[in-house]
């Protein structure tokens, strides 16, 4: 029954070496993001995704990166990882359109870099 | 810019004492808010909308109100699995802007 996959849940990377988080939904809604999540914090939104229409918050790092072949798949890519991008990747949809506009979440992706 | 600021940032509890979470926004174009429960270590989990100043939700134990300026979470009676930590967010457009969050610790 999930809805919102993220796969892996827990990644370890080595300092500078590109990673690839992965994100697919059975949803089919047009609106996808990408929050990071800090202990303690709250999610910050790195990118969301209109169908194909790309935006990026201002203040993401250019180190950041993101990729929607499709509706269902959405990638972050992360070029050089730093020990301070280490944090809980978060995923989610939500479909405009509808009566209720909710945010669907993963379960997330856990990065450690070392 | 969208602001979201939730209060307290932690509330301990015992077993049946009610109580209630705060959730301030400032927003241009409020197009709803959202409340959320996340636990350790995985994704938030959608609890409420609201959409209109006055407008009430309830579900189990907890019920969520609606003013122009805040929104708060009201928990009764709560029990040792309530224990989590309880998100608020806004939606201006097509984004999501989160608070911190408010952590709940439910003692039995």
């Known amino acids: 029954d999930a809805m919102v996959i993220q796969n892996p849940r827990y990644q370890v990377t080595q300092f500078g070496k590109p990673v690839t988080l992965s994100c697919s939904q059975t949803l089919n809604h047009n609106v996808m993001y990408w929050y990071q999540q800090k202990s303690s914090q709250a999610p910050k939104l790195l990118f969301h995704?209109?169908?194909?229409?790309?935006?990026n918050e201002a203040d993401t790092p250019d180190n950041f990166q993101s990729r929607r072949p499709n509706t269902s798949f959405c990638f972050l890519d992360i070029r050089s990882p730093g020990l301070g991008d280490a944090a809980m990747y978060l995923c989610a949809t939500s479909e405009p359109g509808q009566a209720n506009t909710e945010a669907f979440f993963g379960q997330g992706t856990r990065l450690t870099v070392v | 810019e969208d602001q979201v600021t939730q209060s307290p940032e932690a509330l301990r509890l015992q077993e049946g004492e009610s109580s209630s979470l705060n959730c301030s926004y400032t927003?241009?174009?409020?197009?709803?808010l959202f409340w959320y429960r996340q636990d350790p270590g995985k994704g938030p989990e959608f609890l409420f909308t609201?959409?209109?100043a006055g407008e009430e939700k309830e579900k189990e134990r907890l019920k969520a109100t609606l003013t122009k300026k805040e929104s708060f979470l009201h928990i009764t009676a709560p029990k040792p699995e309530d224990s989590a930590t309880y998100l608020c967010a806004v939606q201006t457009g097509y984004k999501l802007s989160f608070g911190a969050g408010t952590t709940v610790t439910v003692r039995a």
């Open positions: 927003v241009s174009g409020l197009r709803g």
């Open positions: 609201l959409y209109s």
């Open positions: 995704y209109y169908d194909k229409d790309f935006n």
